[in-house]
């Protein structure tokens, strides 16, 4: 290892059943370093962080600390620990019913906890030294959540870490507590403390880090210093698309949009419990649109709350011109809403029913269980819907959990068009679906539409979106940062709204 790097991995890799989730991470962090962790939700960062800290095991590979030959192996986080490498995690694990100085010194031996004064002496020293706006008796519940997570890096920094991992620690504090933290931050990188910061907001990456990794589907895309990579590349390496090989594709039958349409649904200011910013949407009869960002920005917590799949805490939401309330899905169905969820193994096909009873099921649950279908009528509606999305399956009674992944996915779109709804919500509907049945879905989208039916269609593919919607609306950080129509309608448009700043 070359001088000032503290830390090394090489060759992380880690699985879990069948998803391998680090396909060999090499990563590198220097002595007073902030070195940024980036990628979309699921590329690994918290499972390499996990690895680090010895909470998972890693399947192969080596870690390497300064001061230490060969690779470190380290079976617990108490090990990490002792090595020099400590992580506050978003979620305080910390005890708030103890006092700050408790909190510092909890679990470092009795010596210390039993001689209160030196403890929280020696708590009140370090909490000035760094500037933290707290003393060593305030018991932990009276501080903010800012403070809380200081009196955790305290903790750490008093525990002589080399170190510091920072898991999405600003992701609930206001500006001025980021900018404590921040300051916080720069003042252990001055001690030669090297720190890795994982978070999902650009802008704190440009403000406070020196360097930034960049992972993606487990793998390594690459390092860069901070001042060498624009915003723009930064998103296009997380999304893994080239700048300027991309193919715009266009279909020009997708710019159907008559601006003289009415809102079918209308929200101002709309938000709910999962913590998106006020969303003030609207979608035409006969319109396709999207959400579009990176994944975690938001996109589905939008839908969501429009169907009444989170909690709605604020705003209002107009279907047809007037107010509808819409507390729960059952809500959004009777005005017409149907809502196809991302995640279909949880929220979509009951795997040990037919065919037939999961298409049915979302028109039963609507007009009630009291009075069920006939036997008759539900062949019939399987029959129907069997044949117009061309889902392969031996007949209507085959357990849907025997079909392929497309072809369970078209099961539960006809759910969805057997209610017949104004409004239809297609949150990834063509992820890991064969190419065959993701064309088949795109066109069905396109000429639902034509026949008046509005949809919103969301896709971690972005030249799927961009052939079937004709208004793109851009989130990052849980807001809508941006909107595209026309000829704006383009894969780099896309990235660099989603990239924002004037990098
Ligand atoms: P990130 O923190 O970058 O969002 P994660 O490290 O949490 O990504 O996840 C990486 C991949 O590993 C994802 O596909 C995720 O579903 C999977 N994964 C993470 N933890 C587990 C676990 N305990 N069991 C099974 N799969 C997991
Ligand atoms: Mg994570």
């Given at each position: 290892m070359s001088e000032n790097v503290v830390l090394e991995l090489k060759n992380i890799r880690k699985r879990f059943g069948p998803v391998q989730a680090l396909k060999g991470v090499n990563f590198k962090l220097c002595e007073g370093e902030i070195h940024a962790l980036m990628g979309e939700n699921g590329a690994g960062k918290s499972t390499l962080i996990k690895v680090l800290t010895g909470v998972y095991t890693k399947d192969e590979g080596s870690i390497h600390m300064k001061g230490y030959d060969g690779d470190i192996a380290i079976h617990s986080p108490q090990e990490a620990q002792d090595a020099g490498i400590s992580t506050v995690y978003q979620e305080i694990t910390l005890c708030p019913n103890l006092s700050v100085a408790e909190n510092m010194y909890i679990g470092r031996g009795k010596e210390i906890i039993q001689n209160w004064k030196k403890m929280n002496d020696n708590a009140n020293k370090i909490l000035e030294s760094l500037d933290i706006p707290t003393s060593a008796t305030t018991q932990l519940a009276n501080c903010s959540i800012a403070v809380q997570q200081m009196v955790a890096i305290a903790r750490a920094v008093d525990m002589d870490c080399k170190v510091l991992i920072l898991d999405e620690p600003t992701s609930s504090l206001d500006d001025q507590e980021v900018a404590k933290l921040f300051k916080l931050m720069r003042d252990l990188k001055a001690r030669g403390v090297g720190i890795i910061f994982v978070t999902h907001f650009l802008d704190q990456v440009y403000e406070v880090c020196d360097k930034i990794t960049v992972l993606r589907d487990g793998v390594q895309e690459g390092e860069y210093k901070t001042e060498e990579l624009p915003r723009l590349q930064l998103v296009s390496k997380m999304l893994g698309k080239?700048?300027?090989?991309?193919?715009d594709i266009k279909n020009d039958e997708a710019i159907m949009q008559d601006t003289n349409e009415e809102n079918v649904i209308e929200t101002n200011q709309l938000t709910s419990t999962s913590g998106i910013s006020p969303l003030d949407f609207y979608i035409k009869k006969g319109e396709v649109n999207g959400f579009t960002g990176l994944l975690g920005s938001g996109r589905s917590e939008c839908v969501r709350a429009i169907f009444g799949a989170d909690k709605v805490v604020g705003g209002t939401i107009k279907k047809n011109g007037k107010l509808v309330k819409i507390n729960k899905p059952i809500d959004a169905m009777k005005a017409g809403i149907a809502y196809l969820p991302e995640d279909r193994k949880v929220d979509g096909i009951i795997g040990d029913l037919s065919v037939r009873e999961n298409i049915i099921l979302a028109l039963q649950v609507l007009e009630g269980f009291w009075k069920p279908f006939t036997r008759a009528e539900a062949d019939d509606f399987a029959e129907k819907y069997i044949k117009l999305l061309g889902i392969k399956t031996a007949s209507a009674d085959t357990p849907i959990k025997s079909l392929s992944g497309g072809n369970q996915q078209k099961c539960i779109v006809a759910r969805w068009l057997l209610t017949h709804p104004e409004y239809l919500i297609l949150d990834e509907p063509t992820r890991g679906i064969d190419v065959g049945t993701k064309v088949d879905i795109q066109k069905l989208v396109l000429k639902l539409a034509s026949e008046g039916m509005s949809i919103t269609f969301i896709s971690s593919e972005t030249d799927e979106m961009l052939r079937t919607c004709s208004r793109l609306i851009v989130m990052r950080d849980r807001k809508v940062v941006g909107e595209l129509t026309g000829s704006d309608l383009t894969q780099n448009k896309i990235m660099s709204v989603i990239a924002g700043g004037d990098k």
């Open positions: 080239e700048i300027d090989d991309l193919s």
